[in-house]
Nanobody, 117 residues
Framework: QVQFVESGGGLVQPGGSLRLSCAAS????????MGWYRQAPGKQRELVAR???????TYADSVKGRFTISRDNAKNTVDLQMNSLKPEDTAVYYC???????????WGQGTQVTVSS
């Protein structure tokens, strides 16, 4: 059974930091590109960052220089360090896994991030 457990969301003031973590089970973690997406109210889900099997990251332009994605294949986890948070970063953040070269993907249940004073 595939399961993703996301943690680390919450309420933070503008300029603050949060670290999201996603622990995966039921998949061969090292075979998957892992990513974080987000969806704000009334908007489409969008890619925030992803990291390949070999650890190569990609970031949305809106978060470059502020967010850092990392993975630990030994622990089956993918983290998203978010710094200098802005109100426009407010969204539900979803962990995502895509099997390299295959049309196989999984989603986490989402964790709320709210940036507000």
């Amino acid at each position: 059974q595939v399961q993703f457990v996301e943690s680390g969301g919450g309420l933070v003031q503008p300029g603050g930091s949060l670290r999201l973590s996603c622990a995966a089970s039921g998949i061969s973690f090292s075979d998957y590109t892992m990513g974080w997406y987000r969806q704000a109210p009334g908007k489409q889900r969008e890619l925030v960052a992803r990291i390949t099997r070999l650890g190569v990251p990609t970031y949305a332009d809106s978060v470059k220089g502020r967010f850092t994605i990392s993975r630990d294949n030994a622990k089956n986890t993918v983290d998203l360090q978010m710094n200098s948070l802005k109100p426009e970063d407010t969204a539900v953040y979803y962990c995502h896994a895509r099997l390299a070269g295959r049309a196989v993907e999984y989603w986490g249940q989402g964790t709320q991030v709210t940036v507000s004073s």
